[in-house]
C-alpha cells in the first residue's frame, strides 16, 4: 500500500485580524509549496475563508472549523458546507474538543455533521481524545473508540474513504502538556484498530490520523516519528509562521 501523505492542520480557533490572517496564510502558502510531500490545510475563523483562500497558493488547502449538520434553511448563525464548497473550501474540522465539550455536541450531531461533509465532497476531520479526568480513569481507549464508533455510525466504508481523524486528547490542548509520543502512538492504535473493526484492516491502515494538543516546533520531529502519527493538527504554533514552517518540516521528515 502506498504510503500515507502527511498532513499537518493548522486551527486558527478564535484568533486573529483579517490582516494578521492573510499574512499568515500568505507565509504558509510559501512554506506549503517548497514541501509538497505535506499536505497543508488552514482552519481559519468562518469570515477569513473567502479572503484566506484568495491569498494562498493552491498548494494550502483551506478548511473550515465546523458546519452545520443541515443542508440548509432556518438555522440561525450556522454555515451550511454548500455554502463552504461555493467559496472554494475543501476541508472541515467536525467534533472538535472545543465545540463537544464547549458547546455539547454530542456523538449523534458529528455523525450528521460527517455525512454532510462526505455529501458535500468536503475533507472531513474528525476529532477525537478524552479528557483528563476519562484518562485518569483508565478510560483513554473506550473513549477514543466509543466517539469514532458514534460518529461513524450508519456511514459506510466507501462513503468515508477520504476521512481524517485527529486524536486530540484534551488535557493537551492549549495547555502545554504533549502526550509522549509513546502514549499518542498508543491512541491513534487504538484509533486503528476501532477503525479495522468498523471496516476493514485495508481502511485502517490508509486512513490518516494526525495528533493535536500543544504541538510545537520543538516536539513535532519526535511525535511524527512514530509510524502511526500522520502529521498533526495545531493550534496555538500555527499562528506564528515560523513555528508551522518548522513543524512542516518536520512532518516532511518522516
Ligand atoms: P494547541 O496546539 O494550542 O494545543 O491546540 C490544539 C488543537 O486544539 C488543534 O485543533
Not at 466504508?157 to 476521512?163: F, G, N, T, V, W
Not at 490542548?173 to 492504535?189: K, L, M, S, V
Request: glycine letters at 10%; a negative charge.
Amino acid at each position: 500500500m502506498a504510503p500515507r501523505r502527511p498532513i499537518i492542520g493548522g486551527n486558527w480557533k478564535m484568533n486573529l485580524t483579517r490582516a494578521e490572517g492573510l499574512a499568515l496564510a500568505a507565509a504558509v502558502g510559501d512554506v506549503a509549496s517548497a514541501y509538497p510531500r505535506v499536505e497543508v490545510a488552514v482552519f481559519p475563523p468562518f469570515p477569513y475563508l473567502d479572503a484566506v483562500r484568495a491569498e494562498t497558493t493552491p498548494a494550502v488547502a483551506v478548511g473550515a472549523q465546523d458546519c452545520s449538520a443541515e443542508a440548509k434553511g432556518a438555522f440561525t448563525g450556522q454555515v451550511s458546507v454548500g455554502m463552504l464548497v461555493d467559496i472554494g473550501v475543501t476541508s472541515v474540522l467536525i467534533g472538535h474538543s472545543e465545540r463537544r465539550h464547549g458547546l455539547g455536541e454530542t456523538d449523534a450531531i458529528l455523525c450528521r455533521k460527517l455525512a454532510r461533509a462526505v455529501d458535500g465532497g468536503v475533507l472531513p476531520v474528525l476529532c477525537v481524545g478524552e479528557t483528563l479526568a476519562e484518562r485518569d480513569a483508565g478510560r483513554a481507549h473506550e473513549v477514543i473508540a466509543t466517539q469514532l464508533r458514534g460518529a461513524l455510525d450508519g456511514h459506510s466504508e466507501a462513503s468515508m474513504s477520504q476521512l481524517v481523524i485527529a486524536y486530540e486528547p484534551v488535557w493537551a490542548i492549549g495547555t502545554g502538556r504533549t502526550a509522549t509520543p509513546a502514549d499518542a502512538a498508543e491512541a491513534h492504535r487504538t484509533v486503528r484498530r476501532t477503525l479495522q473493526d468498523l471496516y476493514s484492516a485495508r481502511f485502517a491502515e490508509k486512513a490518516r490520523v494526525m495528533y493535536g494538543g500543544s504541538v510545537n516546533a520543538r516536539n513535532a520531529a519526535e511525535l511524527f516519528a512514530q509510524e502511526d502519527i500522520d502529521g498533526g493538527l495545531v493550534g496555538g504554533a500555527s499562528l506564528i509562521a515560523s513555528d508551522f514552517a518548522a513543524i512542516i518540516a518536520a512532518a516532511a521528515g518522516r
